[in-house]
Nanobody, 121 residues
């Protein structure tokens, strides 16, 4: 069993930065790929970024490439999402997810409760 708790969301002006954190409990954290997804009002949940269990491979949706960076610290059971150059289109609830191999990101093994990110223009 893995429990995920996000933090770091908030209100930021366009062009600003935020760093989201996702703290995981459970001894098998390093077994999962970790990802961030987001859901804007009236829209479907979408994939944002992911990192392999080893931290050696990262993946991003096109709209955040060059602006967001995902990282993980397996010793601290934590995954991060550094978000720079934020714009209004980044406004959403951001969810942390843990996925075992073969599962789609929209149906991971575990979800966090979500953290709100609001970008004011």
């Amino acid at each position: 069993q893995v429990q995920l708790v996000e933090s770091g969301g908030g209100l930021v002006q366009a062009g600003g930065s935020l760093r989201l954190s996702c703290a995981a409990s459970g001894r098998t954290f390093s077994s999962y790929s970790m990802g961030w997804l987001r859901q804007a009002p009236g829209k479907e949940r979408e994939f944002v970024a992911a990192i392999a269990w080893s931290g050696g491979s990262t993946y991003y949706t096109d709209s955040v490439k060059g602006r967001f960076t995902i990282s993980r610290d397996n010793a601290k059971n934590t995954v991060y999402l550094q978000m720079n150059s934020l714009n209004a289109e980044d406004t959403a609830v951001y969810y942390c997810a843990a996925r075992s191999p073969g599962r789609p990101w929209l149906h991971p093994d575990y979800w966090g409760q979500g953290t709100q990110v609001t970008v004011s223009s």
